[in-house]
């Protein structure tokens, strides 16, 4: 729970005088009993939600209809009262009913099955116990037992053996699947819900990326499946909630030990803490580019997957409209993300790429070659990879984190820096055209 819960009660007292006035005015002589609209208007008074969102409490933690369900409370177990007296029980409402706000999220995240051709001790779940950043990641959990040790370490209450059974019928037994995450949330539902959901999709298009550089083979067998649930513990009364998600939590790639692993780099806590939490344009660029290269690794063709990489590329390095978008891909694509061996075709990979973007988006081309979409796919994860390394070099720093990354590779274009050298990718197997999965 927060420590410093309050509003702008001065701001809150202005907004609600006259609103406040008129009701009083109109239940004075019965009082509210329920049987009728609630006089006043409060859903729709947009001075009073904005004033009450002056407080960084109230607009990351709180949404407006559930703020007019509490200053309904307030209106009905007090008498009349001044706005400053009501701005003052308002508040103190909020703090009273804290604690109530204070869940544990649960999400189950599936993953392409892993074929064993029933082969002894295939079976083992390759996922420990990990904390990354806010996230805690489990292995499945197939009892209510094992998922009340999960809930336990966070300081949770244990799981009740028939909410499990339900939340297991009701979610195609998710929780006993692939990977749990949990973490800590705090607020109105409707706030919380979207709050936790960006939350995770950061971590799992993220993963995806890591998949794609340092994870085994995409299974080529199965289909996967996806959950469309994620669950929500709260703290106080032991509530089990099963709730939908906008997008399927699923990734396109196998849970191999060598993906597990790759999410113990501390390149992937560093980078996930930024797209989390960085509010900088150049973080923005990022977050465009993974959300472009999830909708490329989950597409359902292969002319789809290939301009999303492409554009996952051009959401990082075009920035001036004056210089020709292929030039600038390759000379800063090869030039960030390859070592200097590999520039050469690296160069002519990328200027390849965009050619067959521009004949799919300008000349009717509708067949892409299933190398060019791998081609594609690991030039856009080594961009992503390589530029999120660039940022996290040039986190500090005068001015904006965008000019200094752009400014960094003009000077190493002109030789007057040295290449920042990603030596994860750097030190990667080099990739011929003609492999693919």
């Known amino acids: 729970m927060p420590k410093?819960?309050?509003?702008?009660?001065?701001?809150?007292?202005?907004?609600?005088?006259?609103?406040?006035?008129a009701y009083y005015e109109e239940v004075a002589a019965t009082g509210y009993d329920g049987s009728t609209v609630r006089p006043g208007n409060w859903d729709e008074n947009e001075v009073l939600c904005n004033a009450l969102a002056k407080s960084p409490y109230v607009s990351q933690h709180l949404d407006w209809l559930y703020l007019v369900e509490l200053i309904f409370a307030v209106l009905d177990h007090h008498?009349?009262?001044?706005?400053?007296?009501?701005?003052?029980?308002?508040?103190?409402?909020?703090?009273?009913?804290?604690?109530?706000?204070?869940?544990?999220?649960?999400?189950?995240?599936?993953?392409?099955?892993?074929?064993?051709?029933?082969?002894r001790g295939t079976s083992k779940s390759v996922v420990k116990r990990k904390n990354i950043g806010q996230f805690t990641v489990s292995p499945g959990a197939p009892?209510?037992?094992?998922?009340?040790?999960?809930?336990?370490?966070?300081?949770?209450?244990?799981?009740?053996?028939?909410?499990?059974?339900?939340?297991?019928?009701?979610?195609?037994k998710a929780l006993?699947?692939?990977?749990?995450?949990?973490f800590e949330v705090h607020g109105a539902e409707?706030?919380?819900?979207?709050?936790?959901?960006?939350s995770v999709t950061h971590l799992r298009r993220l993963i995806e990326v890591f998949g794609v550089l340092f994870g085994g083979k995409r299974s080529t067998f199965g289909t996967g499946t996806p959950v469309n649930h994620f669950f929500l513990l709260n703290k106080s009364n032991g509530e089990l909630r099963r709730l939908p998600t906008r997008a399927s939590s699923f990734v396109d790639r196998t849970l191999d030990r060598c993906l597990f692993q790759s999410l113990g780099r501390p390149a992937f806590n560093d980078f996930l803490s930024k797209l989390s939490s960085s509010s900088d344009s150049m973080y923005g660029r990022m977050k465009n580019a993974i959300?472009?290269?999830?909708?490329?690794?989950?597409?359902?063709?292969?002319?789809?997957?290939?301009?999303?990489?492409?554009?996952?590329?051009?959401?990082?390095?075009?920035?001036?409209?004056n210089n020709p978008i292929?030039?600038?891909?390759a000379d800063l694509g090869a030039m960030l993300c390859f070592p200097p061996e590999q520039r050469l075709k690296a160069h002519e990979r990328i200027r390849k790429a965009y050619d067959l973007r521009s004949s799919i988006v300008h000349s009717g081309v509708s067949v892409v070659p299933r190398k060019d979409v791998e081609v594609a796919?690991?030039?856009?994860?080594?961009?992503?990879?390589?530029?999120?390394?660039?940022?996290?070099?040039?986190?500090?720093?005068?001015?904006?984190?965008?000019?200094?990354?752009?400014?960094?590779?003009?000077?190493?274009?002109?030789?007057?820096?040295?290449?920042?050298?990603p030596k994860d990718i750097w030190e990667l197997p080099e990739f011929r055209d003609e492999e693919h999965e």
């Open 79 to 119: 008498p009349p009262m001044k706005a400053a007296e009501f701005a003052e029980e308002l508040e103190k409402l909020i703090v009273a009913t804290a604690g109530g706000r204070d869940y544990l999220a649960i999400f189950p995240l599936s993953f392409k099955p892993m074929m064993t051709f029933g082969l």
């Open 4 to 21: 410093n819960i309050s509003i702008n009660k001065d701001a809150v007292a202005r907004a609600i005088r006259e609103p406040l006035k």
């Open 190 to 198: 409707d706030q919380l819900r979207w709050n936790a959901e960006i």
């Open 143 to 172: 009892t209510a037992k094992a998922l009340s040790k999960i809930t336990a370490r966070h300081g949770f209450p244990a799981i009740d053996e028939s909410d499990f059974q339900h939340a297991m019928r009701t979610s195609n």
């Open 326 to 329: 292929k030039a600038t891909l």
């Open 377 to 421: 796919k690991l030039l856009a994860a080594r961009s992503i990879y390589a530029s999120l390394f660039l940022c996290h070099r040039l986190e500090t720093g005068e001015g904006k984190l965008e000019d200094r990354f752009f400014n960094h590779l003009r000077d190493q274009k002109l030789g007057l820096v040295k290449a920042s050298a």
């Open 291 to 321: 959300k472009f290269f999830s909708m490329a690794l989950n597409a359902d063709d292969a002319v789809s997957s290939f301009l999303f990489y492409v554009i996952a590329m051009e959401s990082i390095f075009s920035r001036d409209k």
């Open 176 to 182: 006993a699947r692939d990977m749990v995450v949990t």
